[in-house]
């Protein structure tokens, strides 16, 4: 079977963060939405996405074999990989009136209304679903045990330093590499799952649910509340409480992160922090790309959503429920509006437009930083958000 996940519309409730990626590129728990995937098929995958981020992220067909399209926004479990290995040509899987999956045969063709004349089967699986920015960080504990389970599985953990204070042991798991020494790491709320080469600092105290991406680092005397995920490629400091960084970011420095998600290449100036919670404990409300308006999340604590590219500067405040586009700037005093356009340059005391061409330049440094190149497909990914986006900078 040749497998490819697809995005549908709850791509839009997880902008902005899928403005520059496919929904199945989300990091929720240790791994990515795909990772998860691929692991438990033991096959590799494709995307079908919105036609801007196809040259990054193209479709792969196949003529010899069946084409499986599967929802990007579902996490897998090993029941719904059974039922999804189990469809017959023409048939789809659905969640409610939800499409999970479906199977074209060798049709390269793909459009959700199509389904409607498949026959249809009903999952019984209760998978996980990704339905908006703050189910990243809402579901995010259940997410790290799910991996930590399909991760370590018949594995044994490399030795933790006796230099270290340890409780419940047998829920951590460190890669071959991990560097952590003179640490406090409590897993009797959650496992704790260290990558390759990551390294946990003297003095830091981590209290699981809790992922380290490899290549990721966290700095002396960081405080980390779960269920938190940093994924690879990260410099995290300060306090970080219920978060998830995709990757290639960086908060390094003090300051407090909660309830919150940052995609990648965004860097958190020192002393910067953000609320979770309001002063009057109302329910928190976030900007909707779908609905054009603030919009109730039914949650109490929530609190920064930042895609990619975007980066603030030191002691900067970010009021509850706070939604940052792509490659925006924020620096000052004050607290920048509720929602800030991506390619915006500015604070609390106005914003202009950040150029294309001044973006490009810090682009290409950050990623030289990472041995990257940042390459004609990043350059116009990142031209047509800039496009697409110029009305909310009005």
Known sequence: MNYILFDDNSRNSLLPLTFTRPVADIRIGVLTIREKWEKMLNAKTSSKTENYLSKKFPTEYAIDTDNVWINGSFCPNELLIAEIKALKHN??????????????????????????????????????WIENSWDIFSKNGEAIKSDFELLTKGRTSATISKTNQVIAS????????????????????????????????????????????????????????????????????GEVNNSVIFGFSNKAHDGFLGNSVLGEWCNIGADSNNSNLKNNYAEVKLWSYTKERFTPTGLTFCGLIMGDHSKCGINTMFNTGTVVGVSANIFGSGFPRNFVPSFSWGGAAGFTTYKLKDAFEVATRVFERRGMVFN?????????????TEKYRK
């Open 170 to 237: 047998e829920h951590i798991f460190l890669e071959e590499g991990a560097k952590v020494e003179c640490a406090i790491l409590n897993a009797s709320t959650g496992p704790i799952y260290i990558a390759k080469d990551a390294e946990i600092m003297e003095g830091s105290i981590v209290r699981g649910p809790f992922a380290l991406g490899e290549h990721s680092a966290l700095k002396l005397g960081a405080k980390i509340y779960g269920p938190t995920t940093i994924g690879p490629h990260s410099k995290v400091g």
């Open 376 to 388: 004609e497909i990043e350059q116009q990914l990142l031209s047509d958000v800039f496009e697409m």
């Open 91 to 128: 048939e789809v899987l659905m969640e409610s009136t939800i499409v999970i999956a479906a199977n074209t045969g060798d049709i390269k063709h793909f459009d959700l209304s199509t389904f409607g004349s498949f026959e249809k089967r009903v999952t019984e699986s209760k998978p996980m």
